[in-house]
């Protein structure tokens, strides 16, 4: 059973950084992909970024992208969200979800909540303004 753990999640201030970390243990498949999603009070979930390890494609939301960075450390099966310049908006609870890289040929859209099947607990992240 895979098991996503996330971490790094905490209060920072507008315009500052965080880094968030997530720590996938047990995958029965060689690539996969691991995505950040967001939720905020009274909002659906949404997709921030996602990565796959097969051959490294990333793909970044609108709202985030030239601020936040997804990166991967296959040694440590651990995948991050560098974030910077944070703004209040990007106050949510974050996750990490995986889901094997070989589905992503039957979406046209991977980087959204209906293509991942395992999900991470969440960490808060709070931006004060």
């Known amino acids: 059973e895979v098991q996503l753990v996330e971490s790094g999640g905490g209060l920072v201030q507008a315009g500052g950084s965080l880094r968030l970390s997530c720590a996938a243990s047990?995958?029965?498949?060689?690539?996969?992909?691991i995505g950040w999603f967001r939720q905020a009070p009274g909002k659906e979930r949404e997709g921030v970024s996602c990565?796959?390890?097969?051959?490294?494609?990333?793909f970044y939301a609108h709202s985030v992208n030239g601020r936040f960075t997804i990166s991967r450390d296959a040694a440590k099966n651990t995948v991050y969200l560098q974030m910077n310049s944070v703004q209040p908006e990007d106050t949510a609870v974050y996750y990490c979800?995986?889901?094997?890289?070989?589905?992503?040929?039957?979406?046209?859209?991977?980087?959204?909540?209906?293509?991942?099947?395992?999900w991470g607990q969440g960490t808060q992240v709070t931006v004060s303004s």
């Open positions: 990565i796959s390890s097969s051959d490294g494609s990333t």
């Open positions: 047990g995958f029965t498949f060689d690539d996969y992909v």
């Open positions: 979800a995986t889901e094997p890289d070989a589905r992503r040929k039957y979406y046209s859209d991977y980087c959204t909540q209906h293509f991942f099947g395992s």
